[in-house]
Structure formats: C-alpha cells, structure tokens
C-alpha cells in the first residue's frame, strides 16, 4: 500500500537551530517527492519536486534531498518566519495518485 | 491574479443540512481538484476535473457527496446530508493540465464544522 509518514509531528527550534525533517514513503512506481508549506488558515504552498534518489534542491534556508526509501527537508539557520507546517507527497505512477502525509508542525522561537 | 477563491471561508451546519462549497479556479487553469484535509488523514483528493469534465471521483467519500465544475470559472462541492463526521477542511486547487497536480495553486480552504 502506498503510504507517506512524516516526523517528527511537530519541531520547535531556537532561531538559528538548524535541523531536519524527515518524510519515510513507499510507494508503486515513484513519479515524484513533493513538498509542500502551509501556513495557517492557508492552503498548501508547493517548495519543490524531487525525481530520483540522490537529487537535491535548495531556496533559501531550506533543502531537500532524496534517497529510495525517504526524504529529508533540511532548515539551516531557521528563522520566525519559517514556522509554519511542511507538508510531503508522493505521486504513484502505479496508481495514478499523490499520497500526502500528516505534515511536520515547525515553530521557531526568536 | 487573485489566485483560488473559494468561499465560504467558514461554514458551521446542522447534521443533516445539505452544504455547498464553492471555488473560482485561476483564470487559464483547466485543471481542478477538490481535497479534504483532516488532522487523522491529511489532505485526501476527492475528485479531480479536466477542462470541467470529471476524471477521477474515486476519492469522493460515499453518495452524499457531490461535485459539478459547470464552466471553467466555477465549481461547487455539495455534501447532502452532512454529518458530523464530514467536519474538515475542504481544499480547491487549479492548475494548467499537463503541469503536474502536484503543483496546483490551492484556495485558502473552506473549513466546515457540522454539528
């Protein structure tokens, strides 16, 4: 079954405490890693789209790497303004389907 | 470009009633999804539109639920009857066919709470 698990569930940090967010997936015949923003009262925000296992994309104080079996969003020097949910999917070729997981709830203190 | 309007922003209803959600899709985009988005469950796909023809409803949850895209600058979500268990937050979501749903512009949601 394709499945899309995200942790921790939520993360707070100092500002300036770089760490990472972890999304664990499996899935039949992967299109695609994705993933998303979303701010409070908003709807999701699309940050970036990963294909293969080894790419890696960057803007600004976040990037995102892929391996087989898992993606990790790493936040360097974080600031207030980063806080919000970060949100992954996966699109199955298999099923024609973008799985989300539950989200990671980022708080950064000032 | 204003980008994905839906509305109401809020709705609170009876158990019972019949509800209606509505979302104005970014000019130009022929795509439109409709997701529901819980704390359990995450943001679920409930059906999807190509050029205001429905292509996948397999997410849409029993017969209660409902969806028309009339034109390409309108479509409705209607729940008849709602029940307490169909409290979340109803997303839109448009985007240029071809492009990837993955990066679809979302509305601010419509959260609805039956009581």
């Known amino acids: 079954e394709d499945q899309v698990t995200q942790s921790p569930e939520a993360l707070r940090l100092q500002e300036g405490e770089s760490s990472s967010l972890n999304c664990s997936y499996t899935?039949?015949?992967?299109?695609?890693l994705f993933w998303y923003r979303q701010d409070p009262g908003k709807g999701p925000e699309f940050l970036f789209t990963?294909?293969?296992a080894g790419e890696e994309k960057e803007k600004e104080r976040l990037k995102a790497t892929l391996t087989k079996k898992e993606s990790f969003l790493h936040i360097t020097a974080p600031k207030p303004e980063d806080s919000a949910t970060y949100l992954c999917?996966?699109?199955?070729?298999?099923?024609?389907?973008?799985?989300f997981g539950t989200g990671t709830l980022l708080a950064v203190q000032p | 470009d204003a980008g994905v309007i839906q509305s109401p922003r809020h709705e609170v209803t009876e158990m019972g009633q019949e509800v209606t959600l509505r979302c104005k899709p970014i000019?130009?985009?022929?795509?439109l999804f409709w997701y529901r988005q819980t704390m359990m469950r995450g943001l679920e796909l409930l059906i999807y539109?190509?050029?205001?023809?429905?292509?996948?409803d397999s997410g849409m949850p029993e017969d209660r639920f409902s969806a028309k895209m009339p034109n390409a600058s309108f479509s409705t979500l209607k729940i008849q009857p709602s029940e307490p268990r169909d409290s979340a937050v109803y997303f839109c979501?448009?985007?240029?066919?071809?492009?990837?749903?993955?990066?679809?512009?979302f509305g601010q949601g419509t959260r609805l709470t039956v009581v």
């Open positions: 979501a448009s985007t240029i066919q071809g492009r990837g749903r993955a990066e679809a512009f």
């Open positions: 899935v039949s015949g992967l299109r695609g």
């Open positions: 990963l294909y293969s």
């Open positions: 999917a996966v699109f199955s070729g298999a099923t024609n389907k973008l799985i």
């Open positions: 000019s130009g985009h022929n795509s």
């Open positions: 539109f190509n050029n205001n023809v429905p292509i996948d």
